[in-house]
């Protein structure tokens, strides 16, 4: 797959649900049916388990081919992306999604007065890739579905109970984006944390419920803990080993008796002089007293 393409995925993955509505309910309505079991014999010779894939995929190019170039490309990205999460449960044989498609293509362009399509370009996505997209798509999904049941009759409660499910997937996505802030899914993560808190800022029927954080926040206040932490082990470390391996361990061994030795002896000489001075002071008290003893039997 191109990078731009897969750019393009990435970019359009909150727009998946929205077009999944069209694919699934705004789709043109044609009877394709005598004519995809047609194609299902003469094109794709057994490997589709049931017409109702070739059906649903002339239904939506049918429908792509009534809008504006630039909406063509979104909704073609992403006819790919549901086509490869369709492909392996309709197709019985080894041939690949490009391979099932392109059959298709050549099956309705055989019967081009029936089938007034456009034709998508296709790209294999990749396992990786797919997988994130499809856990982008469940969060948009999710998200999507909050949106749409606070401006329904569902009850607040309900809503609730969609915005803290949504909660949980996001936390459970977000803690893989410690180590890879700058990939193309963490990004999207930090736009579905801001589409989410900008619509739950505008709704107070929930009680309690928390502000989900975005990946880089999450990943600093991770970088918070473990930074300071580190530091002090290394330090404590490199201290050691300078103590216990360099002579520089056994200068600080040196200055520290020293230093002992020195507070020794200023205690020693401070605690005589004070008892030296304590003991001046009572013959003092001592010679007064006496004088004070012999004016008295003199008196």
């Not at 792509?64 to 019985?92: A, G």
């Not at 991770?222 to 470390?237: D, Q, W």
Request: glycine content about 2%; charged content about 20%; overall charge positive.
């Amino acid at each position: 797959m191109l990078f731009t393409t897969e750019e393009e995925f990435y970019a359009l993955a909150s727009l998946f649900p929205k077009f999944k509505d069209y694919f699934e309910h705004g789709s043109t309505n044609g009877n394709y049916t005598s004519k995809c079991n047609t194609i299902k014999s003469s094109h794709l010779n057994g490997e589709l388990s049931d017409i109702v894939p070739c059906i649903s995929v002339a239904k939506h190019l049918a429908y792509i081919n009534t809008l504006d170039e630039q909406e063509k490309t979104k909704r073609c990205i992403y006819f790919n992306y549901w086509l490869n999460e369709k492909h392996p449960n309709v197709v019985n044989s080894t041939i690949n999604d490009i391979q099932f498609y392109k059959r298709l293509i050549q099956g309705y362009e055989a019967n081009i007065s029936d089938f007034k399509i456009h034709k998508c370009e296709i790209y294999h996505i990749s396992d990786p890739i797919f997988k994130e997209l499809k856990d982008l798509y469940n969060l948009y999904d999710m998200l999507y579905k909050i949106e749409t049941s606070y401006s329904s009759s569902h009850s607040p409660s309900s809503s609730c109970d969609k915005a803290n499910e949504f909660i949980r997937l996001y936390d459970s996505h977000a803690n893989k984006c410690r180590t890879n802030m700058d990939s193309k899914f963490c990004k999207e993560l930090i736009k579905l944390s801001n589409s989410y808190n900008a619509l739950m800022a505008t709704r107070t029927n929930c009680k309690i419920l928390e502000e989900i954080l975005q990946p880089q926040e999450i990943h600093n206040q991770h970088g918070i803990i473990v930074i300071p932490v580190t530091l002090i082990i290394v330090i404590a470390l490199i201290l050691f080993i300078f103590y216990m391996f360099t002579p520089f361990g056994s200068s600080i061994c040196t200055r520290t008796r020293r230093v002992k030795r020195i507070w020794n002896n200023v205690y020693k000489k401070s605690f005589q002089l004070f008892h030296k001075s304590r003991h001046k002071q009572l013959n003092l008290e001592n010679s007064g007293f006496n004088i004070q003893f012999h004016s008295l039997l003199n008196d």
